[in-house]
């Protein structure tokens, strides 16, 4: 929609004021380092006195707290050096007129769907056509451009990228576009071009980087890849699931949903269902390394199941072992006592009754 020239003209007004502020604060910005690196000069010239005049007091036990003094203002002075050479080579910005920046809001006008300037968000906001990248719809986006951002910094946090429709990464609704997080835009290669079209006053430049980064997909740098945005299958039931749901097991490797991982009774090791087995004694699930084979009965034991026998040290279940520890081989075995052997002699027979007459 068509804005009224006087709506224009008080916007480019608003955007000359806050250029030239930025342009004050740059000129300002070259003493203010230089005076930053002669202040970091006396602090490491007082330390490098002290070091000397311990060394001909001949107190050792300062010297390497003196040393570590002198490090850090060593590292201190480099960043500032760095800091004011960065601020002296910095080209002399002139701030654009009121002019310029109408020409600027006109062509975005021209250009751009729905442009509007919000007064009480102080930021100038188009839309963009329905982006879709690699057969994945992804919406329209509305670029807002803060322009009260620009004093403190020039490049692309002066802006805000919000979905109009979103259909965000199934992964985290807080990604609507793979570069794109919490209205937040990773412009990758663009960062630079983009903070030197603002530092310039090229503001439709700038919106056209912004939209350019939003219409093609870099491969290197994505929040979350295209080519996970709808989830990834659970390699078991093939169920769709986002980041936050989706186990990977530490065994096979492969992707699963809650449903179908779990752990390892022993290690707590993440595992699949298909990786983990059962301990012959407890049934609890276990990971194959925290399984062993059992002498004798042959049973696969988890840790809390088995023991050294106390006799020969080989590894049994615990429950096959005797109170003193030994497996059942070394176990002694109890001979039972011979019964006795049966009298065919009776050593007191009853007398003989008399035979009756």
Request: charged share 25%; with cysteine; net charge negative.
């Amino acid at each position: 929609m068509t804005q009224p020239t006087r709506l224009l003209l008080r916007a480019a007004g608003r955007l000359s004021n806050f250029w030239r502020s930025r342009a004050q604060l740059l000129a300002r910005e070259e003493p203010y380092r230089l005076r930053y690196v002669r202040h970091h000069l006396e602090a490491l010239q007082g330390a490098l006195d002290r070091l000397d005049k311990a060394h001909g007091l001949g107190l050792e036990l300062v010297l390497p707290t003196l040393r570590l003094e002198i490090l850090g203002h060593l590292e201190r002075l480099r960043q500032a050096g760095s800091e004011a050479k960065d601020a002296m080579l910095r080209p002399g910005v002139q701030a654009p007129g009121a002019g310029a920046f109408l020409e600027e809001l006109r062509q975005l006008e021209d250009d751009f769907a729905d442009f509007s300037v919000d007064w009480r968000q102080k930021a100038i906001r188009v839309t963009t056509e329905p982006i879709t990248l690699r057969d994945i719809y992804l919406g329209p986006f509305a670029i807002q451009f803060h322009w009260e951002r620009l004093l403190h910094q020039p490049d692309v946090s002066c802006f805000d990228i919000v979905a109009l429709d979103p259909h965000p990464a199934a992964a985290n609704d807080r990604v609507t576009h793979p570069h794109v997080k919490d209205r937040s835009l990773c412009a990758g290669d663009a960062s630079v071009p983009i903070r030197k079209a603002l530092e310039q006053g090229r503001l439709a430049d700038a919106f056209y980087l912004v939209r350019s980064v939003l219409e093609h997909y870099n491969p290197g740098s994505p929040h979350i890849a295209l080519d996970e945005w709808e989830g990834t299958d659970c390699h078991d039931c093939g169920r769709n699931v986002g980041d936050d749901d989706r186990w990977c097991c530490e065994a096979c490797g492969c992707d699963f949903c809650d449903d179908c991982i779990g752990n390892c009774a022993s290690c707590d090791a993440t595992r699949c269902h298909g990786c983990l087995m059962r301990c012959d004694v407890c049934n609890e699930p276990c990971c194959a390394r925290c399984l062993e084979t059992c002498a004798g009965s042959g049973n696969e034991c988890c840790r809390h199941c088995r023991a050294s026998c106390s006799q020969c040290g080989a590894t049994v279940a615990r429950d096959d072992c005797d109170e003193a520890g030994r497996c059942p081989s070394c176990q002694p075995t109890s001979i039972p006592e011979p019964n006795p052997p049966e009298n065919t002699h009776d050593p007191d027979p009853e007398p003989a009754r008399p035979a009756s007459p």
